[in-house]
């Protein structure tokens, strides 16, 4: 068991690495002395990425501008940090992740249900003529 938990949290801290999380000990959270495999941030944004997926699942409205709206919330947080106006906390980094991924990821949803449905109106369309 503790092999497969290693192995696992190895292959999500790889996937972390390419995919641009800077996996900082201060800006990640530990579980029992160990530090997560991705930032706070990363994170939040794998658990909105994963709620995103589940209200589409379950058909849960949420459009096009909220979910603009809610990556602004993570990109504000960033902003402000990076500037130096306001220090972000893991917990705030965290909670605008979920924020971020939630919305990013619900436009990509959006993106391809909008694609699939053209493609498929006008297949149905040149079917009919």
């Given at each position: 068991?503790?092999?497969?938990?290693?192995?696992?949290?190895?292959?999500?801290?790889?996937?972390?690495?390419?995919?641009?999380?800077?996996?900082?000990?201060?800006?990640?959270f530990?579980?029992?002395?160990?530090?997560?495999?991705?930032?706070?941030?990363?994170?939040?944004?794998?658990?909105?990425?994963?709620?995103?997926?589940?209200?589409?699942?379950?058909?849960?409205?949420?459009?096009?501008?909220?979910?603009?709206?809610?990556?602004?919330?993570?990109?504000?947080?960033?902003?402000?940090?990076?500037?130096?106006?306001?220090?972000?906390?893991?917990?705030?980094?965290?909670?605008?992740?979920?924020?971020?991924?939630?919305?990013?990821?619900?436009?990509?949803?959006?993106?391809?249900?909008?694609?699939?449905?053209?493609l498929?109106?006008?297949?149905?369309?040149?079917?009919?003529?």
């Amino acid at each position: 068991m503790q092999r497969l938990r290693s192995y696992v949290l190895e292959k999500i801290r790889i996937l972390g690495n390419k995919s641009g999380c800077h996996q900082l000990p201060e800006r990640s959270f530990f579980i029992k002395g160990y530090q997560v495999p991705v930032c706070a941030r990363c994170t939040g944004v794998l658990i909105g990425q994963t709620a995103a997926i589940v209200i589409s699942i379950l058909k849960i409205p949420l459009s096009f501008t909220s979910s603009l709206i809610l990556i602004g919330i993570m990109g504000v947080d960033w902003f402000i940090q990076t500037i130096n106006i306001k220090p972000s906390t893991n917990i705030r980094r965290f909670y605008t992740g979920i924020c971020g991924g939630l919305g990013l990821f619900r436009i990509y949803i959006l993106i391809v249900k909008h694609i699939t449905h053209k493609l498929f109106t006008k297949k149905e369309t040149n079917d009919n003529e």
